[in-house]
Protein backbone atom coordinates (compact mmCIF):
# COMPACT_ATOMS: atom_id res chain seq x y z
CA UNK A 1 0.00 0.00 0.00
CA UNK A 2 1.09 3.74 0.19
CA UNK A 3 3.55 5.31 2.70
CA UNK A 4 5.48 7.85 3.55
CA UNK A 5 8.52 7.22 5.41
CA UNK A 6 10.86 10.83 7.04
CA UNK A 7 13.55 11.15 8.38
CA UNK A 8 14.06 10.89 12.32
CA UNK A 9 14.07 13.61 15.08
CA UNK A 10 14.59 15.64 16.63
CA UNK A 11 16.59 17.67 14.41
CA UNK A 12 18.67 20.70 16.19
CA UNK A 13 20.18 23.47 14.17
CA UNK A 14 21.64 26.91 15.45
CA UNK A 15 19.48 29.97 13.36
CA UNK A 16 20.17 30.63 10.32
CA UNK A 17 21.44 27.05 9.34
CA UNK A 18 20.83 25.03 6.10
CA UNK A 19 17.48 22.80 6.62
CA UNK A 20 17.06 19.26 4.92
CA UNK A 21 14.47 17.30 6.52
CA UNK A 22 14.39 14.20 3.90
CA UNK A 23 10.92 12.83 2.80
CA UNK A 24 10.45 9.38 0.60
CA UNK A 25 7.14 7.59 -0.58
CA UNK A 26 5.49 4.86 -1.85
CA UNK A 27 2.41 5.39 -3.80
CA UNK A 28 0.96 3.80 -7.15
CA UNK A 29 -0.20 6.37 -10.05
CA UNK A 30 0.31 10.18 -9.12
CA UNK A 31 -0.34 11.34 -6.13
CA UNK A 32 -0.27 15.17 -4.61
CA UNK A 33 2.45 15.76 -2.04
CA UNK A 34 2.15 17.93 1.24
CA UNK A 35 4.18 19.40 3.87
CA UNK A 36 2.33 20.08 6.85
CA UNK A 37 3.73 22.08 9.89
CA UNK A 38 2.52 21.30 13.46
CA UNK A 39 3.44 24.19 16.05
CA UNK A 40 3.25 22.50 19.79
CA UNK A 41 -0.57 22.80 20.85
CA UNK A 42 -1.92 22.92 17.31
CA UNK A 43 -3.24 21.49 14.74
CA UNK A 44 -1.87 21.36 11.41
CA UNK A 45 -1.07 24.29 8.67
CA UNK A 46 -0.03 23.77 5.21
CA UNK A 47 3.00 24.44 4.36
CA UNK A 48 3.42 23.80 0.61
CA UNK A 49 2.07 21.21 -2.05
CA UNK A 50 3.43 19.80 -5.15
CA UNK A 51 0.74 17.76 -7.58
CA UNK A 52 2.55 16.24 -10.39
CA UNK A 53 6.38 15.29 -11.28
CA UNK A 54 8.89 18.07 -11.11
CA UNK A 55 6.77 20.54 -9.31
CA UNK A 56 8.74 23.33 -6.57
CA UNK A 57 6.09 23.97 -3.90
CA UNK A 58 7.57 27.00 -1.81
CA UNK A 59 6.02 28.88 1.15
CA UNK A 60 7.84 30.92 3.70
CA UNK A 61 10.72 30.68 2.59
CA UNK A 62 10.62 26.26 2.47
CA UNK A 63 10.77 24.41 -0.69
CA UNK A 64 10.21 21.06 -2.01
CA UNK A 65 10.42 19.44 -5.44
CA UNK A 66 8.30 16.47 -6.51
CA UNK A 67 10.62 13.87 -7.45
CA UNK A 68 9.06 10.71 -9.31
CA UNK A 69 12.33 9.41 -10.22
CA UNK A 70 13.64 8.77 -6.21
CA UNK A 71 10.64 9.23 -5.11
CA UNK A 72 11.21 11.94 -2.93
CA UNK A 73 9.88 15.13 -1.83
CA UNK A 74 12.80 16.49 0.75
CA UNK A 75 11.54 20.39 2.46
CA UNK A 76 14.76 22.40 2.60
CA UNK A 77 15.01 26.09 3.72
CA UNK A 78 18.29 28.15 3.77
CA UNK A 79 18.45 29.96 6.59
CA UNK A 80 16.14 28.62 9.65
CA UNK A 81 14.87 31.12 12.36
CA UNK A 82 13.80 30.03 16.22
CA UNK A 83 10.12 30.57 14.95
CA UNK A 84 10.61 27.31 12.60
CA UNK A 85 10.87 25.29 15.57
CA UNK A 86 7.89 23.05 15.06
CA UNK A 87 6.57 19.21 13.79
CA UNK A 88 7.12 18.57 10.02
CA UNK A 89 4.87 16.15 8.39
CA UNK A 90 4.99 15.11 4.70
CA UNK A 91 1.92 13.42 3.37
CA UNK A 92 0.19 12.14 0.23
CA UNK A 93 -2.87 11.90 -0.75
CA UNK A 94 -3.90 9.05 -3.41
CA UNK A 95 -6.82 11.08 -4.28
CA UNK A 96 -5.59 13.32 -6.79
CA UNK A 97 -5.26 17.17 -5.85
CA UNK A 98 -8.60 17.64 -3.56
CA UNK A 99 -6.34 16.28 -0.13
CA UNK A 100 -8.49 13.49 0.46
CA UNK A 101 -7.17 10.91 2.54
CA UNK A 102 -3.83 11.91 2.96
CA UNK A 103 -1.45 9.05 4.57
CA UNK A 104 1.07 10.74 6.69
CA UNK A 105 4.60 10.29 7.77
CA UNK A 106 5.44 9.92 11.08
CA UNK A 107 6.56 13.58 11.62
CA UNK A 108 10.00 15.20 12.01
CA UNK A 109 10.80 17.67 15.21
CA UNK A 110 13.05 20.74 14.61
CA UNK A 111 14.58 22.79 16.99
CA UNK A 112 16.22 25.98 16.21
CA UNK A 113 18.39 27.32 19.10
CA UNK A 114 19.31 30.84 18.89
CA UNK B 1 -13.09 34.42 9.77
CA UNK B 2 -13.94 30.53 8.20
CA UNK B 3 -12.74 27.64 10.20
CA UNK B 4 -12.76 24.59 11.75
CA UNK B 5 -13.55 24.69 15.60
CA UNK B 6 -12.67 21.96 17.73
CA UNK B 7 -14.21 20.94 21.12
CA UNK B 8 -13.12 20.74 24.10
CA UNK B 9 -9.80 21.65 23.93
CA UNK B 10 -8.97 18.45 26.93
CA UNK B 11 -11.27 16.08 27.64
CA UNK B 12 -11.29 13.16 30.28
CA UNK B 13 -13.00 9.61 30.01
CA UNK B 14 -14.03 7.26 32.16
CA UNK B 15 -13.54 3.70 32.57
CA UNK B 16 -16.33 2.29 30.51
CA UNK B 17 -17.58 5.56 29.34
CA UNK B 18 -18.49 6.85 25.73
CA UNK B 19 -17.37 10.77 24.84
CA UNK B 20 -17.89 13.00 22.34
CA UNK B 21 -15.52 14.88 20.40
CA UNK B 22 -17.17 18.03 18.59
CA UNK B 23 -16.32 19.39 15.36
CA UNK B 24 -17.87 22.30 13.39
CA UNK B 25 -16.09 23.73 10.53
CA UNK B 26 -18.13 27.20 8.36
CA UNK B 27 -15.87 26.81 5.16
CA UNK B 28 -18.79 24.81 3.23
CA UNK B 29 -16.18 21.75 2.98
CA UNK B 30 -18.11 18.98 1.75
CA UNK B 31 -15.51 16.32 2.79
CA UNK B 32 -14.91 16.07 6.55
CA UNK B 33 -11.90 13.45 8.52
CA UNK B 34 -11.05 12.84 11.88
CA UNK B 35 -7.43 11.41 12.68
CA UNK B 36 -5.58 9.79 15.75
CA UNK B 37 -2.08 11.33 16.36
CA UNK B 38 -0.13 9.54 18.89
CA UNK B 39 3.37 10.74 20.05
CA UNK B 40 6.23 10.68 17.78
CA UNK B 41 3.84 9.29 15.14
CA UNK B 42 2.00 10.42 12.39
CA UNK B 43 -1.38 11.05 11.53
CA UNK B 44 -3.93 7.89 11.52
CA UNK B 45 -7.26 8.16 9.63
CA UNK B 46 -10.05 7.08 11.63
CA UNK B 47 -13.03 8.18 9.77
CA UNK B 48 -14.01 10.35 6.60
CA UNK B 49 -17.09 11.79 5.38
CA UNK B 50 -17.61 13.07 1.70
CA UNK B 51 -21.01 14.14 1.40
CA UNK B 52 -23.50 14.63 4.42
CA UNK B 53 -25.20 10.92 5.75
CA UNK B 54 -22.71 9.18 4.26
CA UNK B 55 -19.42 8.07 5.55
CA UNK B 56 -16.60 5.69 5.51
CA UNK B 57 -13.98 3.83 7.84
CA UNK B 58 -10.32 5.00 7.77
CA UNK B 59 -7.40 2.28 8.64
CA UNK B 60 -8.50 2.34 12.76
CA UNK B 61 -12.10 2.81 12.78
CA UNK B 62 -12.83 0.33 15.87
CA UNK B 63 -13.81 1.84 18.88
CA UNK B 64 -15.17 4.72 17.41
CA UNK B 65 -18.28 6.16 15.83
CA UNK B 66 -19.36 9.03 14.09
CA UNK B 67 -22.44 10.93 12.32
CA UNK B 68 -22.65 13.12 9.43
CA UNK B 69 -26.07 14.59 9.59
CA UNK B 70 -24.91 18.58 8.74
CA UNK B 71 -22.43 19.52 6.28
CA UNK B 72 -20.96 21.26 8.82
CA UNK B 73 -21.05 19.09 11.69
CA UNK B 74 -18.58 15.58 12.05
CA UNK B 75 -18.91 14.44 15.84
CA UNK B 76 -16.57 11.82 16.82
CA UNK B 77 -17.31 9.34 19.56
CA UNK B 78 -14.77 7.51 21.30
CA UNK B 79 -16.69 4.62 22.59
CA UNK B 80 -15.95 2.37 25.85
CA UNK B 81 -14.66 -0.63 23.07
CA UNK B 82 -11.94 1.54 22.50
CA UNK B 83 -8.91 0.59 24.76
CA UNK B 84 -6.31 3.02 24.32
CA UNK B 85 -7.99 5.96 23.56
CA UNK B 86 -5.39 8.46 24.83
CA UNK B 87 -4.33 10.19 22.13
CA UNK B 88 -4.66 13.87 20.19
CA UNK B 89 -7.46 13.68 18.04
CA UNK B 90 -7.31 16.38 14.82
CA UNK B 91 -10.82 16.72 12.73
CA UNK B 92 -10.04 18.33 9.20
CA UNK B 93 -11.93 19.85 5.70
CA UNK B 94 -11.77 20.13 2.12
CA UNK B 95 -12.87 21.18 -0.65
CA UNK B 96 -13.05 19.63 -3.84
CA UNK B 97 -9.35 20.40 -5.91
CA UNK B 98 -7.96 21.93 -2.18
CA UNK B 99 -5.93 20.56 0.70
CA UNK B 100 -7.34 19.71 3.81
CA UNK B 101 -7.95 22.51 6.54
CA UNK B 102 -7.00 21.27 10.35
CA UNK B 103 -8.64 22.25 13.26
CA UNK B 104 -6.46 22.62 16.66
CA UNK B 105 -7.47 19.69 18.24
CA UNK B 106 -8.80 17.78 21.24
CA UNK B 107 -6.48 15.96 23.74
CA UNK B 108 -8.23 13.06 25.13
CA UNK B 109 -6.71 11.45 28.18
CA UNK B 110 -8.18 8.37 30.69
CA UNK B 111 -8.98 9.08 34.17
Known amino acids: GNSVTQMEGPVTLSEEAFLTINCTYT??????LFWYVQYPGEGLQLLLK?????DKGSNKGFEATYRKETTSFHLEKGSVQVSDSAVYFC?????????????FGQGTELSVKP | DGGITQSPKYLFRKEGQNVTLSCEQN?????MYWYRQDPGQGLRLIYY???????QKGDIAEGYSVSREKKESFPLTVTSAQKNPTAFYLC??????????FGDGTRLSIL
Open chain 2, 49 to 55: SQIVNDF
Open chain 2, 27 to 31: LNHDA
Open chain 1, 50 to 54: ATKAD
Open chain 1, 91 to 103: ALSDSGPTGGKLI
Open chain 2, 92 to 101: ASSLRLNPQH
Open chain 1, 27 to 32: ATGYPS
